[in-house]
């Protein structure tokens, strides 16, 4: 992300926790859409990134930035040995950090004389209040300044469990696995009220989980710029594995012939684990 590129915050991630805090059930959209370049489009690769053989990266937001974050970070964690999805929420964090210091840089300090924030806070003293009030807080709200918006979901399982992070500006990792499960994107508030009408915990069973995460991301569909797409994965001590089409299509079916959404409806649905291949 070198300048703001008024990609869109359009889009729908949610993962789920289940089977006791053991996996995790994770969905996205394949939309892409940027107001700037006034397109939007569904691409036809799954945009859920792996990052170690039991961790998973969805991001919302600006659709560049998360290619050098993502690219720095599997670096990094590629020459750990089995690291923790702390770890790696941490790891994450810090090149998200990096990226969006180095874009405010760029777009803000630079073009006014000013070599990095470091420098700009050295010299700030000798500044009219006046104007390094206005570049400071351009600095501090540089997201909301400039509309440049990125927050990921990191999400896998390792040794203590199944884990569920955010990373957002300007730089921090809130854990998710009290709740069991989260969303981020423009279909997050549709996402969340579905999931939240089940009552869900992470005790729920696989099966149930694919369920109830499928069909938070089908209500999402609702908020402007979700796409029609669907990847699924599941995460376990035996690494990721996604749904394959013909499962994603007996959701579809069941999604068009349920009968409601609650509780009872889960005791009925089919069994969505058949046809899991890895990834």
């Given at each position: ?86 770890q790696?929420a ?6 998200y ?47 909301i300044i ?87 994965c ?46």
């Amino acid at each position: 992300m070198k300048r703001p590129s008024g990609a869109s915050y359009l889009t729908i991630c949610l993962s789920c926790i289940c089977d006791e805090n053991k996996r995790v059930v994770a969905v996205m959209d394949r939309m892409i859409t940027s107001e700037g370049l006034s397109i939007e489009f569904e691409q036809l690769q799954c945009k859920i990134h792996t990052i170690s053989n039991s961790c998973i990266v969805m991001s919302a937001g600006d659709a560049l930035a998360p290619t050098d974050i993502l690219r720095e970070a599997q670096t990094e964690v590629g020459k750990m040995t089995k690291p923790s999805i702390s770890q790696i929420a941490t790891i994450v964090k810090r090149k998200y950090t990096s990226n969006r210091r180095s874009t405010i840089e760029e777009t803000v300090l630079r073009p006014r004389g000013f070599d990095d924030v470091n420098d700009f806070y050295e010299k700030m003293r000798q500044l009219p209040p006046d104007v390094y009030t206005v570049i400071d807080d351009q600095v501090v709200r540089f997201h909301i300044i400039y509309g440049v918006r990125l927050e990921m979901i990191v999400a896998g399982t390792d040794a203590t469990g199944a884990h569920i992070y955010q990373v957002s500006d300007p730089g921090v990792a809130s854990c998710f696995d009290g709740l069991g499960f989260h969303a981020i994107g423009s279909g997050e508030p549709h996402a969340v009220s579905l999931i939240t009408s089940y009552d869900y915990t992470g005790r729920f069973l696989l099966n149930q989980a694919i369920w109830v995460a499928y069909e938070a991301k089908r209500r999402s569909e609702k908020a402007p710029g979700v796409g029609k797409g669907t990847d699924i994965c599941i995460i376990d001590e035996s690494g990721i594995a996604h749904l394959s089409p013909k499962t994603i299509a007996c959701l579809e079916e069941a999604f068009s012939n349920r009968q409601s959404n609650d509780k009872a409806w889960l005791e009925k649905i089919p069994d969505f684990t058949k046809e899991i291949s890895s990834s």
